[in-house]
């Protein structure tokens, strides 16, 4: 632990005072429009900031439960860090809270992210966690592929978070940046449906 903290700091010595991430979602289609860095995101749990709540989009994705979902992100402003993927069935209150940071202070004062927590295995919520891993800048998008539940869920609300290491307290958000996107999830009627979930409200 010394050795990760020390190695930390010193990158924390190289990385510019007021580095800021940012990504924007690609696939599914965000629920907000997104500016070109994806903005607005900082907001807990879906984007937005505290002066801009972000303009809707109306978009959903239908999709068949059981099946993969493609998730595609691109990183504008690089950070060191990982994704996350959750679902919340019923409201958007249902996601989880953003990963707990190991922190440190630096020698100014400041109090940077040293890492975040990641779920290993990934239990719902989370359909998938630690994702994206990254230690350097890249122009190429993130894509994954997810397993969806095999639930029937009108207005699942897919979240898709960055939690970022070596970075400043952000207000609102913390160490994380936040976009969703509108699932409309009908069940496969040849599989069994998903028990670990939340059951729709109707």
């Known amino acids: ?25 690609l696939a599914p289609a965000s ?9 607005p995101q900082k907001t807990a749990p879906c984007g937005g900031t505290n002066a801009d709540f972000g303009k809707p989009t109306y978009a959903v994705t239908d999709v068949k439960g059981g099946t993969m979902l493609h998730v595609k992100v691109q990183e504008t402003v690089y950070h060191p860090g990982h994704y996350r993927i959750a679902l919340a069935v019923n409201s958007p209150t249902e996601l989880p809270v953003d990963p707990k940071a190991e922190t440190m202070t630096n020698d100014k004062g400041v109090v940077m992210s040293v890492s975040g927590a990641v779920m290993n295995p990934a ?39 960055q939690f970022m290491e070596m970075h400043p307290v952000n207000n609102p958000g913390q160490f994380t940046y936040h ?20 059951v729709e409200r109707r």
């Open 179 to 198: 976009h969703c996107a509108t699932l409309h999830i009908t069940a496969d009627p040849r599989k069994p449906l998903d028990s670990g979930w939340a």
């Open 31 to 39: 629920w907000i429009e997104e500016n070109q860095l994806g903005d």
């Open 123 to 161: 239990a719902p919520p989370l359909l998938a966690d630690g994702l994206f891993q990254h230690n350097a800048k890249s122009d190429t998008p993130f894509e994954t592929d997810v397993t969806l539940p095999n639930i029937n869920c009108k207005s699942c609300t897919l979240q898709v978070a």
């Open 1 to 25: 632990m010394k050795k990760l903290l020390g190695s930390a700091a010193l990158a924390l010595l190289l990385l510019p005072a007021a580095g800021q991430a940012h990504f924007r979602l």
